[in-house]
Structures are given as C-alpha cells and as structure tokens.
C-alpha cells in the first residue's frame, strides 16, 4: 500500500494540537493557570507511524476545544469548577485509549456504534480512523463533563450541551467524512447527492426534516380510522363520540383527553394498535377530545381557557348525551396534568361528575422532570412569560424539534444523514408520521404551565395554584385512579409519573410498562410484547425504587390489567347507542373531524 508522505507531519501536528488544545481547556475550565501539558507523555510512545494509512487533516478530526470550554460553563456564564483528581485520571485514560487506538495500525475498527457499523467505514482505513478517534474524544469529553463540580442541575446542563456538541460532530453527518455516503455516491453516480439535495430542499419548504414518507399517510384515511362522529365543537376542541363495536355497552361512558402538545390520533394509528378501538371493543361507549391546532384567533388564551371550556366542557357535554351522572376518564401526558386540574376545580367547587380517572405517562408532582429540567430556570420562563405578554403563539416545530433533540441521534442526525447525504427516502411510518404532525400552542397558555408546574410545582401545594378562580388543592381530587408510567420515558420519568401515588387520597393502581413515552402506551394487548409490572395492592412507599423492589413482572402489554380495572369502573351494561349525539348535541361530521387535519404552518 502507498502511504501519505505527509502523514508522519500530519500525525505529529494531531497531537501537538490536541495537547495543546487539552491544556488550554482544562486551564480554563479549572480557573487556574494553565497546568503542565498533560500529554507531554505522549512523545514518550513510540508509535509506528509508518505503518498508519493515511487520514484527513487534525482539524476535521480534534475537537475544537475553544468550543468546549464555552460548553463548561454554569448557568451564570462563570467557568465550571472540575474535580482535579477525576481529571487526572480521564487524562491518563486518554492516553490509554489513543495509545491502543495508534497502535491497531491498519486494523483499526470504529466498533460498538452503529453510526460506524456498515462496511464502508471499516473497509476504508482514513474514514475508519476518523471514526474511532472521534469515539475516543466523545467518550473523554463525557468524562471531563461528568467531572464538572456544582449543583445537580448545572451538572446537567453541562452534561446535556456537551452531549448534544459531540453528537453533532459526528463524523458520520458530514459528507466529506461519511465513507458510507460517499461509497453510495460512487454507486450511483452522484444520483445519491443530486437526491440528497432534492430532499433538502423539500424539507426546507415544510419546515421540518422528514422522518417518514408523509406523502403515503392522511389523517382518516389511513390513520385515525375507527368510525364515529364530531358531536360538538367549540373553538378549542372537537368532542368525538366512537360508533359501539358491542351490543351492549357499560352505562358509565369513557372520556378521553389527550395531550394538546400533539395530535389525539396517536391513540388510533391503525386497528391493530388503537387503543380507542380497544376500549370500545371492551364495551365501553367512549368519547375523545380533538384539539384544535391553534392560529392567530387563539392567540390570547390560557391555561384556564382550556381548563374551563374545555377540560370541564368535555366531562359535561359527554354526560348530557349519555344521561350518566358520572363518567370514567383518562388523560395522557399534558392531558392528564390538564384533566387533574380540571378535577381540582370542580372539587373545589363542590362538584363530582368523574368517577374514576386514568393518567398515562402524566406529570402532576414536577420534581423529577428528567433532562426537560435542564431548560428550565427563572430566566427561561421570564423571558416566555415577556414574549407571550401580548399573546402569540408557541410554534409546534419549535416544540417538536426541543423534543427531537432530547435524541437527537435517532430522531435528527439519522435522517440528516439517510435523507440528505444518502438521498434515501425513509420508509412509510405511522407513529413518525403522527411525530411529525405538530402543533402549536398559545402563548399564555404556554407560560402559565411552565411557571406553575416546571418551575414552581404549584399543583401539588394545596392552595399554591388558582385557576378558573379556585385554589387547587388535589387532597380533594378523591377518586379511583389508574396510574401508568413507562420505565425508559425519558419525558415522564419513571419516577415523576410514580409520585402521583403520593398526591391523590383515592384508591390507586400504578403500573409501569417497558420502554418510552409512546411505544410503552401504545403497546397493544394482542400481540403479546413486552411486559409491565405491578407491586403489592395499596403499597406505595415514597421511592419509587421501593416500588420497583417489590413490583412482579408480568408478560405482554398492561392494557388487560387497565381493561379489568376500568371494567370494575363503568357499571351494569345497557343496549348500545343506535345513533350519535342527542337531540340537542347532533352529529356535524364523521370522525376524526376537521380539527386534527389542520396542519401548523411551517
């Protein structure tokens, strides 16, 4: 094989500058003068440089530590403090790994990440190289962040910057370091880039990068098909009464409130993973809230807007058409934190029109928010408390993209790379499809929620939250409720959806299931994947980790154990509905409705 004759230069200057960057860095970061080169021992190894392939310049492969120490800062813009002895060893750990890495040689391979994991990278020495020195900065620069001294949330932050910093270095999002791309480009003659640059462009004029082929989906077509009719509207919500799949149905009807950050049809994709299409094969006669995708005329309203014409306008307008004195109910994410407050106002009104309530993945005690806290300060809600003063509106890509980056490498960097330097077009999804479809919220409504519960958790405080002129106290919330949280949620943490059990006085039952925020909930019965798990009956210690301790794991979905429970709920059976609505609540339009068709404009 014929080697750079510029190698050995090339591969002295890589380390001379990454030694010399180290020591500026950890100078800096540790507010001290600048220490003895911590690399110095390097020119001590004798590396066979020689034998090395060829690989591009120091500085598409050193990370630009200038950056990094922008990155090791608190929230008052001050140099974050360092453990020095955890220093010490990530520099000695360092030295092991980019020792080990030289001396593979040629048989250097990026393994363990599936970024690198095609033949492409490991068949091309240059491109594998870039690969595993990257891993080996990415993995020493976590270390450096996890050594940051201070309090738990600016250890965080830190953390989540410099996460999100290496993740889109990657080599593997750049074309002129992505071996697999360019091997496509060869393939196909440029075809790959010149699509690449089409998708770009696409996906400039929609406003988002495209996660699926949305081209192939429309919302009661082919997702949100299970039949029913609008059978009220007002300008927030479209009420959805479902078509009875049974003969019979139990008296007590089935109310459903979904989150407003997003679209209500991820409970109804398709007919074999529906869970609105379950609960009316289960006999119940079930309703679902639609919400309106905000404009302009919406612009001006708040938490107690939608708490009021539309978290208790639902309950009511849902039990004057069935004649039901109570109903069951269930909220899911932002949903359920909306449905409780609706329940603490007409506690503290004096009124008890819902008999039982389930909360999926919902936040009510905001103490353990998960990596989401590392936005939130005063500042943060100040200034979107100062920016919505007016009104306005909080725009649903904006949310969607803060969401998308809490993973960035499977919902952004993965279709940069397959979308744009591969020119693929990524496959049909319904779920990403519904991820996709964004949006907004108005403004008011939107700071009122952050201040109240991700700031100040003000529900939990009996008496701390007023709204719709009530003081909210969930002491008085006194109702059987069904508790859901999933295990790997990383926007409802385990443990924030379990501290639920430690607020309500009703009866309760908390199940966790497996996996995340969606895939957890819309894991259906029937097809038997993954398991849940339940813990003694009225046993619910403040750590959820006691719980866990004590909970017995069960195969398939957590959807039977809902089933019998909400079944113990809903009362006697009586003869299905024949038709929709009432006299004075008629049918307008076939379901899913106008309002979740309105898409947010990019």
Same mark, same amino acid.
């Not at 591969?422 to 519904?434: A, I, Q, R, S």
């Given at each position: 094989?014929?080697?750079?004759?510029?190698?050995?230069?090339?591969?002295?200057?890589?380390?001379?500058?990454?030694?010399?960057?180290?020591?500026?860095?950890?100078?800096?970061?540790?507010?001290?003068?600048?220490?003895?080169?911590?690399?110095?021992?390097?020119?001590?190894?004798?590396?066979?440089?020689?034998?090395?392939?060829?690989?591009?310049?120091?500085?598409?492969?050193?990370?630009?530590?200038?950056?990094?120490?922008?990155?090791?800062?608190?929230?008052?813009?001050?140099?974050?403090?360092?453990?020095?002895?955890?220093?010490?060893?990530?520099?000695?750990?360092?030295?092991?790994?980019?020792?080990?890495?030289?001396?593979?040689?040629?048989?250097?391979?990026?393994?363990?990440?599936?970024?690198?994991?095609?033949?492409?990278?490991?068949?091309?020495?240059?491109?594998?190289?870039?690969?595993?020195?990257?891993?080996?900065?990415?993995?020493?620069?976590? +270390?450096?962040?996890?050594?940051? #001294?201070?309090?738990?949330?600016?250890?965080?932050?830190?953390?989540?910057?410099?996460?999100?910093?290496?993740? +889109?270095?990657?080599?593997?999002?750049?074309?002129?370091?992505?071996?697999?791309?360019?091997?496509? +480009?060869?393939?196909?003659?440029?075809?790959?880039?010149?699509?690449?640059?089409?998708?770009?462009? $696409?996906?400039?004029?929609?406003?988002?990068?495209?996660?699926?082929?949305?081209?192939?989906?429309?919302?009661?077509?082919?997702?949100?098909?299970?039949?029913? +009719?609008?059978?009220?509207?007002?300008?927030?919500?479209?009420?959805?009464?479902?078509?009875?799949?049974?003969?019979?149905?139990?008296?007590?009807?089935?109310?459903?409130?979904?989150?407003?950050?997003?679209?209500?049809?991820?409970?109804?994709?398709?007919?074999?993973?529906?869970?609105?299409?379950?609960?009316?094969?289960?006999?119940? $006669?079930? !309703?679902?809230?639609?919400?309106?995708?905000?404009?302009?005329?919406?612009?001006?309203?708040?938490?107690?807007?939608?708490?009021?014409?539309?978290?208790?306008?639902?309950?009511?307008?849902?039990?004057?058409?069935?004649?039901?004195?109570?109903?069951?109910?269930?909220?899911?994410?932002?949903?359920?934190?909306?449905?409780?407050?609706?329940?603490?106002?007409?506690?503290?009104?004096?009124?008890?029109?819902?008999?039982?309530?389930?909360?999926?993945?919902?936040?009510?005690?905001?103490?353990?928010?998960?990596?989401?806290?590392?936005?939130?300060?005063?500042?943060?809600?100040?200034?979107?408390?100062?920016? !919505?003063?007016?009104?306005?509106?909080?725009?649903?890509?904006?949310?969607?993209?803060?969401?998308?980056?809490?993973?960035?490498?499977?919902?952004?960097?993965?279709?940069?790379?397959?979308?744009?330097?591969?020119?693929?077009?990524?496959?049909?999804?319904?779920?990403?499809?519904?991820?996709?479809?964004?949006?907004?919220?108005?403004?008011?409504?939107?700071?009122?929620?952050?201040?109240?519960?991700?700031?100040?958790?003000?529900?939990?405080?009996?008496?701390?939250? %007023?709204?719709?002129?009530?003081?909210?106290?969930?002491?008085?919330?006194?109702?059987?409720?069904?508790?859901?949280?999933?295990? #790997?949620?990383?926007?409802?943490?385990?443990?924030?959806?379990?501290?639920?059990?430690?607020?309500?006085?009703?009866?309760?039952?908390?199940?966790?299931?497996?996996?995340?925020?969606?895939?957890?909930?819309?894991?259906?019965?029937?097809?038997?994947?993954?398991?849940?798990?339940?813990?003694?009956?009225?046993? !619910?210690?403040?750590?959820?980790?006691?719980?866990?301790?004590?909970?017995?794991?069960?195969?398939?979905?957590?959807?039977?154990?809902?089933?019998?429970?909400?079944?113990?709920?809903?009362?006697?059976?009586?003869?299905?509905?024949?038709?929709?609505?009432?006299?004075?609540?008629?049918?307008?339009?076939?379901?899913?409705? %106008?309002?979740?068709?309105?898409?947010?404009?990019?």
């Amino acid at each position: 094989m014929n080697f750079d004759p510029k190698w050995m230069e090339t591969a002295q200057q890589f380390q001379k500058t990454m030694m010399d960057n180290w020591a500026q860095a950890l100078g800096a970061a540790t507010g001290g003068a600048a220490p003895a080169n911590p690399f110095a021992a390097l020119s001590a190894f004798s590396l066979p440089m020689g034998q090395m392939p060829a690989m591009p310049s120091a500085g598409a492969m050193a990370p630009d530590f200038s950056q990094l120490t922008k990155l090791l800062n608190g929230p008052n813009g001050l140099p974050a403090k360092l453990d020095a002895a955890k220093v010490i060893d990530i520099q000695k750990q360092y030295l092991q790994d980019v020792a080990a890495l030289w001396n593979q040689g040629l048989q250097v391979k990026p393994s363990g990440d599936r970024r690198f994991a095609a033949e492409a990278w490991s068949g091309n020495p240059m491109a594998a190289f870039s690969a595993a020195i990257y891993l080996v900065n990415a993995k020493t620069l976590m +270390a450096l962040a996890d050594a940051v #001294e201070g309090d738990a949330k600016t250890r965080a932050r830190v953390r989540f910057a410099v996460q999100q910093w290496i993740d +889109a270095s990657a080599p593997s999002n750049f074309l002129a370091f992505n071996a697999e791309a360019q091997k496509k +480009a060869i393939e196909t003659k440029g075809e790959s880039i010149a699509k690449g640059v089409q998708n770009l462009l $696409h996906d400039m004029k929609q406003g988002h990068v495209s996660m699926t082929d949305e081209s192939l989906f429309e919302v009661g077509r082919n997702v949100a098909t299970t039949e029913g +009719a609008v059978v009220f509207e007002n300008e927030l919500f479209q009420l959805i009464e479902y078509k009875p799949l049974t003969d019979k149905v139990y008296e007590r009807p089935f109310l459903l409130i979904p989150p407003c950050i997003n679209k209500f049809y991820i409970l109804d994709l398709q007919p074999d993973n529906s869970f609105i299409r379950y609960a009316v094969e289960q006999g119940h $006669h079930t !309703f679902v809230v639609s919400w309106r995708n905000p404009d302009e005329s919406l612009a001006q309203k708040t938490w107690d807007d939608y708490i009021e014409n539309a978290i208790i306008k639902s309950i009511n307008v849902t039990r004057e058409i069935t004649k039901a004195e109570t109903i069951n109910t269930l909220g899911f994410c932002v949903g359920g934190t909306m449905l409780v407050t609706g329940l603490g106002v007409l506690a503290a009104r004096g009124e008890k029109p819902v008999n039982s309530a389930t909360f999926l993945t919902t936040l009510m005690d905001f103490s353990d928010t998960g990596i989401l806290d590392v936005f939130i300060d005063e500042n943060f809600v100040k200034f979107r408390e100062m920016q !919505f003063a007016n009104g306005g509106l909080m725009p649903g890509r904006d949310l969607s993209t803060t969401f998308s980056f809490l993973r960035p490498n499977d919902l952004v960097w993965n279709y940069v790379v397959g979308n744009y330097l591969k020119g693929e077009t990524p496959p049909p999804f319904d779920l990403l499809y519904w991820n996709s479809d964004s949006t907004n919220l108005p403004g008011p409504y939107y700071a009122w929620y952050l201040r109240n519960t991700y700031l100040e958790n003000r529900l939990v405080k009996p008496g701390a939250a %007023s709204v719709c002129g009530q003081k909210i106290d969930l002491n008085q919330v006194d109702i059987p409720v069904y508790i859901y949280g999933s295990r #790997e949620d990383h926007i409802v943490p385990i443990g924030g959806a379990y501290a639920t059990t430690q607020h309500l006085p009703g009866r309760k039952r908390f199940v966790m299931g497996a996996s995340g925020h969606i895939a957890g909930v819309i894991n259906p019965a029937s097809k038997n994947k993954r398991s849940h798990w339940i813990g003694p009956a009225n046993h !619910f210690p403040a750590d959820v980790n006691d719980w866990i301790s004590s909970a017995q794991e069960f195969k398939g979905s957590w959807w039977t154990d809902w089933s019998d429970w909400l079944q113990s709920q809903a009362g006697k059976q009586v003869a299905a509905p024949k038709s929709y609505g009432s006299r004075k609540y008629k049918a307008t339009e076939a379901a899913p409705g %106008s309002y979740v068709k309105a898409k947010a404009k990019p």
